[in-house]
């Protein structure tokens, strides 16, 4: 499998209001916005083109999951404590569940050792 797909837990509320952002921003270059049987938006985000044994495979692949993160997770520019909280956990479970799907010990590893830093 060349691809993993970052999905949030979100609520209905901002699970429509994701929806229709995904739905005005169409296709984005290498990764697609989806939406599950749930109606949950996720990203797909492509990595046939790396070595995930190496460093460098890895850190390039962390930094498309962060991204496609960034992208499917509500509240991207809030300053409401409540909604930044919850933004932040959610790009981090769905950073996490893109890692453990994808199943590399080098990506792994970049993600416990980004984890643990903060």
Known sequence: MNFATVKPNLTRVARTMLLAGCAL???LGVAQATTTGD??????????D?????????RTLYRRLATAARQVCPFEDS????????NNTCRAQAIARAVHEINSPQLAALHSDRSRRG
């Open 25 to 27: 921003a169409g296709s």
């Open 39 to 48: 109606d949950v938006p996720t990203m797909v985000v492509q990595y046939g």
């Open 50 to 58: 790396l070595n995930l044994a190496t460093e460098a495979g890895a």
């Open 79 to 86: 300053k409401s404590p409540r909604e930044m909280a919850y």
